[in-house]
């Protein structure tokens, strides 16, 4: 088939649409994540998003939901354990192993088609239907609802957590929230790059926004378009020669990454 005739298949529109929605959800969560150092975090709750959706495979519910459910489990559990910043690693790495452990179990016990299997660790994006799509859209506007409304007070802690104690912001909840909401968008992301390489969209084209731009109105623009980007063109780029979606968003990514950087270096050569 050509390209075009490809691009007029169901599923591959609907795993367009998906991804055109997770970028845009994890750009505007990214520079965040990044300025709190939350990436180890990121990754902590991809593996019980991982655990939930091997659950929900084994259980014969839908993948989605049970990556939901285990995100935000993981999110509530790293928000309640981790009340120090110098526990937060040890904590995650604790949920992290047991999360992985216990999903490693419930695919073993999965007796169903191995690319189920695989789906979930590496990305099954066009196993998208239209009941997945419903699900990513309706979190994904919760998501930024929700995000409007915290955003000052959470990017003030995010920059300066004593000052905006001391000014009586309640950091502690906000730090809960903004996990779940995290928790969230990474469920998500494990249906398009899977559990081993969710930071893929979630932490690499925002990393890669913070190193030409100070400002942070920019820099969430320039990670939303640079996700976009990943998501939409690794999937584009995936169709004609038939290779793994994850794949290629992952090098996209990563080659803006690299980009973003020796602009930087040279800008700061520039004004040495």
Partial sequence: MSFVDLLELDFVQTALIAAAVLGLVAGVLGPLVVTRRMAFAVHGTSELAFTGGAAALLLGIGIGYGALAGSIIAAVL?????????????VIGAILAFGLGLGILMLALY?????NKFGLLTGQIVGVDSTDLNLLVVSSVVVLVVLAFIYRPLFFASVDPDVAVSRGVP??????????LVGIATALSVQVVGALLVLALMITPAAAAMRVTASPVRATVLSVVFAEVAA???????????????????AVSFVIYLVCRGVGAVRRRATA
């Fill in 111 to 115: 007796k169903g088609r191995a690319s």
């Fill in 78 to 90: 790293l928000g309640v354990l981790s009340r120090k910043e110098s526990d937060r690693d040890s």
């Fill in 232 to 250: 939409v063109g690794g999937i584009l780029l995936s169709l004609q020669p038939g290779l793994p979606v994850s794949a290629l968003v992952t």
């Fill in 171 to 180: 950091v502690r909840t906000l730090s809960i929230v903004f996990a779940v």
